[in-house]
């Protein structure tokens, strides 16, 4: 069963990092593209980034966010920096359906981490 | 990029059909064949119903299913069940590897 498990949410101040963190299992993670969807409260989903054999990000979040991967771990990250209120939301890791696709959509999700960037 | 526009919500009757539109443009929407739907409980993750417009993963009922015309692919749930009431997002490919989603649905089974 393929399982993703994200990690590192929590309470951070305007202008604050934070490490997120995406354990996977049952699937070997540079087979496929993996992403990152925001969900602020009460809103609709948001994409982040996508990792494939680039990395991808969407404008709101381009130059303060990076996405990386460590294979040997099975493990995703994404580095969050000059965080904003507007970044409150939970954060879901994702995978693409099958190796090579980019078309973006997303069959496993993990069950999110919450963000919450306030003073 | 703007998100992708939904209906605010859609309502029917256990057994009935219901259709979900996402409007968008030709350089999403329009432009590709990478439009997938999503249902969401509240409180839980996103579920993938339909990708490529058409195709369902495995072990997704087949009262689901997509189609696109021009700028506007949509979702159809027959057979409508007490179950099927969630919020539904479409997304689509934009351009440059990125991606957009649909405002959202509210389905409400009457």
């Known amino acids: 069963e393929v399982q993703l498990l994200e990690s590192g949410g929590g309470l951070v101040q305007p202008g604050g990092s934070l490490r997120l963190s995406c354990v996977a299992s049952?699937?070997?993670?540079?087979?496929?593209?993996m992403n990152w969807v925001r969900q602020a409260p009460g809103k609709g989903l948001d994409w982040v980034s996508t990792i494939s054999t680039g990395t991808y990000y969407a404008d709101s979040v381009k130059g303060r966010f990076t996405f990386s991967r460590d294979n040997s771990k099975n493990t995703l990250y994404l580095q969050m920096n000059s965080l904003r209120a507007e970044d409150t939301a939970v954060y879901y890791c994702?995978?693409?359906?099958?190796?090579?696709?980019?078309?973006?959509?997303?069959?496993?999700w993990g069950q999110g981490t919450m963000v919450s960037v306030s003073s | 990029q703007s998100a992708l526009t939904q209906p605010a919500s859609v309502s029917g009757s256990p057994g009935q059909s219901i259709t979900i539109s996402c409007t968008g443009t030709s350089s999403d929407v329009g432009g590709h064949n990478y439009v997938s739907w999503y249902q969401q409980h509240p409180g839980k993750a996103p579920k993938l119903l339909i990708y490529?417009?058409?195709s369902r993963p495995s072990g997704v009922s087949d009262r689901f299913s997509g189609s696109k015309s021009d700028n506007t692919a949509s979702l159809t749930i027959s057979g409508l069940q007490a179950e099927d009431e969630a919020e539904y997002y479409c997304?689509?490919?934009?351009?440059?590897?990125?991606?957009?989603f649909g405002t959202g649905t509210k389905v409400t089974v009457l």
């Open positions: 049952g699937i070997t993670i540079s087979s496929y593209a």
């Open positions: 997304s689509s490919y934009a351009t440059r590897s990125t991606y957009l």
């Open positions: 994702a995978k693409s359906p099958y190796s090579g696709y980019l078309g973006g959509a997303f069959d496993i």
């Open positions: 490529d417009v058409t």
